[in-house]
């Protein structure tokens, strides 16, 4: 696990959307693993003006996202397909056709998965994959667990991620209490790995991910063992640990 300290939370995003830029150059047909939530905002802002500005080309890149919300469709504005369409494919020149996310309103959370993993295996491991941290160390929406999922799951989400999501929402009872979420084995598998963590609130458990025990009850912490993982943090979200 490598850590890179950065000055601020915009410059930790204009660094990882540098290196998918370069990745793209330098292998056009490239696989990325998306994120959604708040952090990655700014990442995909800087791949648009990017794209806009002919630095680069995305028309034969594929793209796998982690995770969707059980029960909305992708029209539904805080599913993360809208999220995904809104900040980036429609801003950039990426067949559409090219872009996976989760199901959503698959009801069969069997069939849900079992199709989402065949997908994941078809496409083969993303060369790069974003991630961000939940609060109570997700990643996806691997939740705390007693163990680590290694495909497509479909996760009751825990009282704080609720908490932290519905801020999207209407109001808290709006926020779907499950979701589809890529394996915690999906996500090791990939080449590289970009966990982008930013502010004070993800401090401590940013600590735990990348010096606690490697335990499903804090899911982060298994990229200790990823051969390629770098940690993008700003001075506030590693203001409890020596770095
Ligand atoms: C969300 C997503 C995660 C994301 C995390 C943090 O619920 N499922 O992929 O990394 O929670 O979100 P944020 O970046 O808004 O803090």
Partial sequence: MKVIVTNSY??????VAGMIRDLVNAKPNAKLGLATGGTPVPIYQKLAQMNQAGEVDFSQVHTVNLDEYCGLP???????????NTHLFHKININHANTYVPNGTEPDAEKACQAYNELLHKIGPADIQILGLGHDGHIGFN???DHFENETDCVDLTETTIQANKRFFDSEKDVPKQAYTMGIGTIMRCRKILV??????????????????VTPEVPGSILQFHPDCMIIADEAALSEMAV
């Fill in 196 to 213: 982008v963590v930013s502010g004070k609130d993800k401090a401590e458990i940013l600590k735990q991910v990348i010096q606690g025990p």
């Fill in 74 to 84: 992708g029209t539904h504005e805080q599913s993360y397909r809208y999220f995904m």
């Fill in 10 to 15: 915009d410059e930790s995003c204009a660094v």
């Fill in 143 to 145: 939740e705390p667990s």
